[in-house]
């Protein structure tokens, strides 16, 4: 059964600080590994990783995959309020539809 | 980016009353589409698989007599949730995977449903 695993579960943490949080999967033909944020509402998509030790960088956000290890991380760095949020890390294996992680609730507090 | 809608964005109904959910894909063609629900401070949870001119497909535990779901057109699926019950109270996500670029899906805003 395809599984993705996310730590920690939830983080608090300073403006300014950075923060790194991690995604671990087991899924047969992987394809993708994506991040998304989401607020209220629905999940918005942050990156999509496909090939390993590539850095995806967006802003303060960035990410990277190690398919040997089966993990990604994404880092948020001089955190601001506004990055309050939970994270969900996805794997996309075959011409299946996601499957998420729970999700690390972050809260980044002034 | 493409964009996904969903139509209500809330709704209230009551116990026994069923409560249609509508996704629409607005600029691109949506072969397939899944629904999602999601309960407070949970991931999301797929529901099932709709592919257009065909019967969707459940995940195990979700009942399909319950969950409707028809997905009439490359633009256009619809989840009714019948009989509802204040159980059913939760948050619907419907996404969308693009026909030009099948390895990203689009998320709707989502539907914010509450049966008292």
């Known amino acids: 059964e395809d599984k993705v695993v996310q730590s920690p579960l939830s983080l608090v943490v300073h403006e300014g600080d950075t923060v790194t949080l991690n995604c671990s999967y087991e899924v047969t033909n992987f394809r993708s590994l994506l991040w998304y944020k989401q607020e209220k509402k629905a999940p918005t998509f942050l990156f999509m990783l496909t090939s390993s030790g590539i850095e995806k960088k967006s802003g303060r956000l960035s990410s990277i995959l190690d398919k040997k290890e089966l993990f990604s991380i994404l880092n948020i760095t001089a955190t601001q309020t506004g990055d309050s949020a939970v994270y969900l890390c996805a794997v996309l294996s075959g011409n299946t539809p996601l499957v998420f992680g729970k999700g690390t609730r972050l809260s980044v507090i002034a | 980016g493409a964009v996904v809608s969903q139509h209500p964005s809330r709704v209230i109904c009551k116990s026994g009353t069923s409560v249609k959910i509508e996704c629409r894909s607005l600029d691109f063609q949506a072969t397939t589409m899944f629904w999602y629900r999601q309960f407070p401070k949970q991931s999301l949870m797929l529901m099932a698989t709709s592919n257009e001119g065909s019967k969707a497909t459940y995940e195990q535990g979700v009942e399909k007599d319950k969950f409707l779901i028809n997905h009439a057109s490359l633009t256009l699926s619809t989840l009714t949730v019948t009989s509802a019950h204040p159980e059913d109270s939760s948050f619907y996500i419907c996404?969308?995977?693009?026909?030009?670029?099948?390895?990203?899906?689009?998320f709707g805003p989502g539907t914010r449903l509450t049966v008292t």
């Open positions: 996404s969308a995977i693009s026909r030009q670029v099948n390895y990203e899906q689009y």
